[in-house]
T-cell receptor
Framework: EPEVTQTPSHQVTQMGQEVILRCVPI?????FYWYRQILGQKVEFLVS????????KSEIFDDQFSVERPDGSNFTLKIRSTKLEDSAMYFC??????????????FGPGTRLTVL | AQSVTQLGSHVSVSEGALVLLRCNYS??????LFWYVQYPNQGLQLLLK??????LVKGINGFEAEFKKSETSFHLTKPSAHMSDAAEYFC???????????FGKGTHLIIQP
């Protein structure tokens, strides 16, 4: 069964450093998403991406964040200068199609980011 | 704007007993509603979803949920709990399209032997 994969599973970085979190969505999916979950808090939407551009983003997704689909398979989230409060689990998701009725979003296992 | 409230951060039931996890939502548009389950060290897996049509929806692993518009609720139930049901359960709402999901805080389901 196809699945969303994410690498690395755990990333430790120093405050102020740049990090890139990687995701491989399901191959025929067209919509891609990033979410984060700070420890003990709810899962929060960051951004959705379609046709090589951002479709929607939350207020969390500020100028420190960027997303890219550098090739036909990867989908990345870059945090330019990490802060302590960026420590969280980051989930990637993909769906086949949006439109008037949402399709199921398939989630990856997550990357735990720890900022020291 | 949308929001989701899950009552009870932890719910404990005995094996074989009824499972009831509560979810209330608010949405300015007709909502699409979801329940996801997360097992330790794994991603989120869809249990079931409501988009349109029948308000009682059945999902995987014997779970079902009923959309009640008048109560703005989408509670998750299972008639008989199994030890393997122990996990974190998330209710989520979407307005459709490429909208991101808005999640509740989650409910940790504990199954007592």
């Amino acid at each position: 069964e196809p699945e969303v994969t994410q690498t690395p599973s755990h990333q430790v970085t120093q405050m102020g450093q740049e990090v890139i979190l990687r995701c491989v969505p399901i191959s025929n999916h067209l919509y891609f998403y990033w979410y984060r979950q700070i420890l003990g808090q709810k899962v929060e939407f960051l951004v959705s991406f379609y046709n090589n551009e951002i479709s929607e983003k939350s207020e969390i997704f500020d100028d420190q964040f960027s997303v890219e689909r550098p090739d036909g398979s990867n989908f990345t989230l870059k945090i330019r200068s990490t802060k302590l409060e960026d420590s969280a689990m980051y989930f990637c998701a993909s769906s086949l199609k949006a439109g008037t009725s949402p399709n199921e979003q398939f989630f990856g296992p997550g990357t735990r980011l720890t900022v020291l | 704007a949308q929001s989701v409230t899950q009552l009870g951060s932890h719910v404990s039931v005995s094996e074989g007993a009824l499972v009831l996890l509560r979810c209330n939502y608010s949405s300015s548009v007709p909502p699409y509603l979801f329940w996801y389950v997360q097992y330790p060290n794994q991603g989120l897996q869809l249990l079931l979803k409501y988009t349109t049509g029948a308000t009682l929806v059945k999902g995987i692993n014997g779970f079902e949920a009923e959309f009640k518009k008048s109560e703005t609720s989408f509670h998750l139930t299972k008639p008989s709990a199994h030890m393997s049901d122990a996990a974190e359960y998330f209710c989520a709402v979407s307005g459709g399209g490429a909208d991101g999901l808005t999640f509740g805080k989650g409910t940790h389901l504990i199954i007592q032997p």
